[in-house]
């Protein structure tokens, strides 16, 4: 991999020096790729508007990053600000120089990139239902196929932006990203064909639950094998310019962590208030509005790390208690209509 890492990190700087002056426009394209959207607004945005897509964008959020989460420490690959300062390849007279930035230094592995894979996937599930819907809205025609591709125009522009944005910050080389594309594909093909609005709350449960039991499983396979399932941590604090760029809510552990957190109290939540779906349109507008305004304060509460472990705890109930809120909220604006059971 040594001579694609090497080739990549020449593509690294051409983008840095053609796209520096744009770089608070990267780094927002690469806030939006951020796997947290997907639990911040799209499922808020999506479940207010519909139970059962909402539901697909769950799985297909919770699914594509434990997924990665997995892949990640299968695959074991580097990220090009750390690998450029101890790759055999390089010495201190021709160390490539590329710029880090604030989003530079995730701390997970590499490969594949999370942003453009969970990204991929609920994007994917959003556009095919709209794609869906707007072919069911208006009688078959020619502007009728054409208003049908605008979806996945979209998403192909949206994964496309993500993708360069994360090699332009130099967190991620240009094969990790296109592999991140492809298996949020696969992921969301595979999510759309599941009925995932008719399974009992057990089956969500047994998913959620599933994500934990695996990943200890292949910590702690990877252990008994000398292998540290936490090797990227020391070498993002290593190399980070700015030792303050360096968060924990970036590793795998509070990853899964959210997974289980957002999934699991959300389908016991709908579960606790019988929810129903909001009748008006109107309503479903001002609700997801709501839900979205909720989700970005509660976003603004932060943990102070005096233990790892009770780090990602907190990160579990935090994400849980947003999804709870998204299904009270909406449950409360179905309410006080009439010749309606809510």
């Given at each position: 991999?040594?001579?694609?890492?090497?080739?990549?990190?020449?593509?690294i700087q051409k983008l840095q020096h053609v796209f520096?002056?744009?770089?608070e426009i990267m780094l927002f394209l690469s806030q939006l790729g951020d796997p947290r959207s997907a639990f911040l607004v799209c499922v808020p945005l999506v479940y207010c508007l519909s139970r059962a897509k909402g539901l697909k964008v769950m799985w297909a959020a919770v699914m594509s990053e434990w997924l990665n989460l997995i892949l990640k420490?299968?695959?074991h690959g580097q990220r090009p600000y750390w690998w450029i300062h101890f790759s055999n390849l390089f010495n201190d007279s021709n160390r490539p120089i590329i710029k880090q930035y604030r989003l530079t230094c995730e701390t997970g592995p590499g490969v594949p990139s999370g942003h453009a894979m969970v990204t991929t996937a609920v994007w994917f599930i959003m556009m095919s239902s709209l794609a869906t819907y707007l072919q069911s809205a208006n009688q078959k025609s020619r502007t009728t196929k054409l208003l049908s591709l605008l979806p996945?125009?979209?998403?192909s522009g949206l994964a496309s932006v993500v993708c360069v944005s994360r090699v332009f910050i130099a967190s991620h080389f240009t094969h990790q990203v296109f592999l991140g594309v492809f298996v949020g594909l696969v992921v969301g093909l595979l999510v759309a064909k599941l009925p995932v609005e008719t399974f009992a709350t057990s089956t969500h449960l047994a998913f959620a639950f599933s994500t934990v039991v695996v990943t200890f499983i292949q910590n702690g396979l990877l252990i008994a094998m000398d292998s540290d399932p936490a090797w990227s941590i020391p070498l993002a604090l290593?190399?980070?310019d700015h030792k303050e760029w360096v968060h924990l809510d970036t590793t795998p552990f509070y990853t899964l962590a959210r997974d289980f957190g957002s999934l699991a109290l959300m389908v016991v939540a709908e579960r606790a208030v019988a929810l129903k779906e909001i009748p008006s349109v109107l309503r479903k507008i001002v609700a997801a509005g709501t839900c979205l305004?909720?989700?970005?304060?509660?976003?603004l509460v932060k943990f102070s790390v005096v233990d790892v472990n009770v780090f990602y705890l907190l990160g579990a109930v935090k994400y849980g208690l947003i999804m709870i809120?998204?299904?009270v909220i909406k449950r409360l604006w179905c309410c006080g209509v009439k010749d309606k059971k809510c």
């Open positions: 991999m040594d001579w694609l890492q090497t080739a990549e990190i020449t593509h520096g002056d744009y770089s420490k299968l695959l996945w125009l979209f998403l290593r190399w980070c305004v909720f989700a970005q304060i509660a976003e809120g998204v299904v």
